[in-house]
């Protein structure tokens, strides 16, 4: 049963991603993913436009998911530098 788990776990991963990833509009990419969590790159947007870019990802992964898996928007970083 954990191994189904995990499984499980690893494909809802990895199906987000290549959904933000492949969404042109969003001008994002993903730098980092975890079991229940995204941190999500969108160079040259504007704080307005990261937390919209972020409500439409949340909503969209939840929507591409079987209920009851959510992803819940969190934050924006602000300026960021990543290396």
């Known amino acids: 049963v954990g191994d189904s788990v ?3 776990g ?3 991963l990895e199906r987000a991603i290549k ?3 492949e969404t042109p509009k969003w ?3 993903v730098v980092y993913g ?3 969590s995204l941190f999500i790159l969108a160079p040259g947007k ?3 436009d ?3 870019i972020g409500y439409e990802i949340a909503d969209a992964v939840t929507a591409d998911n079987p209920k009851p898996i959510k992803l819940k928007f969190e934050k924006v970083l ?3 530098i990543l290396q």
Do not use: I
């Open 6 to 8: 995990v499984a499980k």
């Open 10 to 12: 690893k494909e809802t």
């Open 19 to 21: 959904l933000v990833e």
């Open 27 to 29: 001008g994002a990419r």
């Open 34 to 36: 975890d079991t229940d």
């Open 46 to 48: 504007s704080k307005e």
């Open 50 to 52: 990261a937390f919209k």
């Open 78 to 80: 602000f300026p960021t």
